[in-house]
């Protein structure tokens, strides 16, 4: 678990595409997302009248990584939590257009945010687990959703797909907060697999860690990917330009709030941006 | 002094003047001094003064035995059982209705104005004289409902008077809660209850008993309701059931201080002994149930 996964390879934002421009022709097509999990079409958001989002429309491929990124206050985690009604909980919001799981309005009537949440999952910016046992950590999810299963197996299996188990094998029965940050993390993630969702959500999972807890972080949703559709929401463009294989960029200005300005898969977007802003944020010039 | 003719000419326009500003200070801190030797020195006089005289008295002849017209005789069994009773059913009443009212209004109620204006109004009732809930007690449990001069017209008023204080302390205790609590229950696929249940009460649970046991203690203190109510002053018997009339430590002491003879003052302080053991005792259990809720997070 020690060797990096640098996919997809790219130049970082120190040595700017633009300095040696590629043709006109180079210029990525739309990248077309066949095999979509999640679809939001035509979102528009509001808390209270401040609005949020404006039309993004995205489609997230299927057991892939998919990162939005994009300045302070894009809209970037307003729309992550869109997909699984976390926004549900502020008051006041508002939202026009929809966010399609398997075809299916997550908006709509049909939809509970109970069950929903259960398969979207969520990993938030700062590690948060409960103030009690590991172990409890990862069944407290399985419990409230009536898991019927080997609650040992259970355990055993989150901790390893999170890359913990053999950090904490020995005392299950130690306290989740007494974790390092890092591993909290894993928890965390840990705890989000053991319900079984389809999609991972991961708001800034790494902004609360250093360098070497944030590279496991990473590795691990490489792993994750083979089984699981992440989506993460960052700040670093080059822990996009690593782990994402498809990279949503937005921006808010005044006249619009929290648009999608582009996306494509990550290394045409990081090598030829089809849009002069796109370019100008990753290559450093602004955000 | 090595300062250059530039610092010189600015430095003019100051009047430093360090030994005064001191000064000041130290005028403060022997002002805020003074301040604390005051009301040290008074509750040691107090203190003193109530050990000196009760000490004597207390014994388990005082602890078992009914009011007397003879001080020698006269104990405060009948006090300390008719607040215990009292005590029960008053946090009987007041512990759940309080923090379910807490609950809903932190967890359910929805954000609008009826809320803030209910909100503001428990916290204005956590200042209204207590006397006003003697007066309403009596109107409305020993007159309308009939309950007389009784254990339970005596609780339920007192009910009353605690209630917006654990409401306060109970929704303080859950704003305490983390939302990232909230937030990961939820995002698990756990329902709002069981958020609520499994997680917001457990960790706010210090913070909730500490607001109870300290309403508790407010509510043993409490003399004006109940003598508004009309508990008796002199009783020779232990309540038998709800309905029974009953006297409680505070006017058991005000009962004896306002008697002539030295002795029964004597007694007085001996219950305010015992009265002042139970708050203490009931303080450090809250406090010690603080410092863990602080631990936590």
């Given at each position: 678990m020690t060797s990096i996964n640098l996919k997809p390879q790219i130049a970082t934002p120190a040595t700017p595409p633009v300095a040696t421009p590629p043709t006109p022709?180079?210029?990525?097509?739309p990248t077309i997302i066949?095999?979509?999990?999640l679809e939001v079409r035509n979102l528009s958001l509001w808390y209270g009248r401040t609005?949020?989002?404006?039309d993004v429309s995205l489609r997230i491929a299927r057991n892939r990584i998919t990162a939005l990124i994009g300045?302070?206050?894009?809209?970037k985690s307003t729309l992550l939590r869109s997909m699984n009604r976390m926004?549900?909980?502020?008051?006041?919001v508002r939202t026009e257009g929809g966010v399609l799981l398997d075809e299916v309005d997550?908006?709509?009537?049909?939809?509970d945010p109970v069950e929903l949440r259960r398969r979207v999952g969520m990993v938030f910016q700062k590690p948060n687990p409960?103030?009690?046992s590991i172990r409890d950590n990862i069944l407290y999810g399985a419990k409230v959703n009536g898991y019927r299963g080997n609650h040992d197996e259970l355990v055993e299996q989150s901790l390893k797909r999170a890359a913990l188990w053999e950090e904490v094998k020995s005392d299950?029965?130690?306290?989740?907060?007494?974790?390092?940050g890092g591993q909290q993390q894993r928890l965390c993630i840990a705890r989000a697999i053991a319900v079984a969702p389809e999609v991972i959500l991961m708001?800034?999972?790494?902004?609360?860690?250093?360098p070497i807890a944030t590279l496991k972080i990473e590795d691990l949703m490489r792993e994750l990917a083979k089984d699981y559709t992440i989506v993460i929401v960052t700040h670093s463009m080059q822990q996009a330009a690593r782990v994402a294989d498809y990279t949503a960029f937005m921006l808010s200005d005044e006249q619009v709030k929290?648009?999608?300005v582009e996306f494509g898969d990550t290394q045409h977007m990081f090598?030829?941006?089809?849009?002069k802003r796109t370019e100008d944020y990753i290559t450093g010039r602004f955000g | 002094m090595t300062l250059n003719t530039e610092t010189l000419t600015r430095s003019?326009?100051?009047?430093?003047?360090i030994a005064a500003r001191k000064m000041r200070g130290n005028i403060f801190a022997a002002l805020g001094l003074l301040s604390v030797i005051i009301g040290l020195a008074m509750l040691v006089v107090l203190v003193g003064d109530v050990l000196n005289r009760g000490v004597p008295w207390l014994s388990l002849d005082f602890l078992n035995s009914f009011d007397s017209r003879f001080a020698a005789r006269a104990g405060i069994k009948a006090a300390l059982y008719g607040t215990a009773y009292m005590m029960f059913f008053t946090m009987l009443v007041a512990l759940p209705l309080g923090v379910m009212t807490a609950i809903y209004l932190e967890e359910?109620?929805?954000?609008n104005w009826l809320t803030s204006f209910i909100q503001i109004n428990i916290s204005n009732l956590a200042g209204v004289p207590s006397i006003i809930y003697g007066l309403l007690g009596l109107t409305v449990?020993?007159?309308?409902?009939?309950?007389?001069?009784s254990v339970l017209a005596g609780a339920l008023t007192m009910a009353l008077l605690v209630l917006p204080i654990i409401v306060v302390a109970t929704r303080e205790a859950i704003r305490a809660v983390p939302s990232s609590m909230r937030d990961a229950s939820l995002a698990l696929g756990a329902t709002k209850w069981q958020t609520v249940w499994n997680h917001v009460l457990p960790y706010a649970m210090p913070g909730i008993l500490t607001g109870n046991i300290l309403a508790a203690s407010r509510a043993i203190g409490e003399t004006a309701p109940l003598i508004t109510l009309g508990?008796?002053?002199?009783?020779?018997f232990v309540p038998r059931d709800p309905l029974d009339r009953f006297t409680v430590l505070p006017i058991q002491i005000f009962n004896w201080t306002s008697k002539p003879q030295a002795e029964f003052h004597d007694l007085a302080a001996a219950g305010i002994i015992l009265l002042l053991a139970t708050l203490l005792v009931l303080n450090s259990v809250a406090i010690f149930l603080r410092q863990r809720l602080r631990k936590r997070f």
């Open positions: 022709v180079a210029k990525a097509a066949e095999d979509a999990v609005r949020a989002l404006t300045p302070s206050g894009c809209g926004n549900d909980l502020i008051s006041g997550v908006f709509g009537r049909s939809v409960f103030p009690r299950l029965k130690k306290s989740g907060l007494a974790l390092s708001d800034e999972p790494c902004s609360a860690l250093d929290g648009r999608l090598t030829t941006p089809r849009d | 003019a326009s100051f009047h430093a003047n359910y109620a929805p954000d449990f020993v007159r309308w409902m009939g309950l007389g001069r508990a008796l002053t002199f009783v020779p």
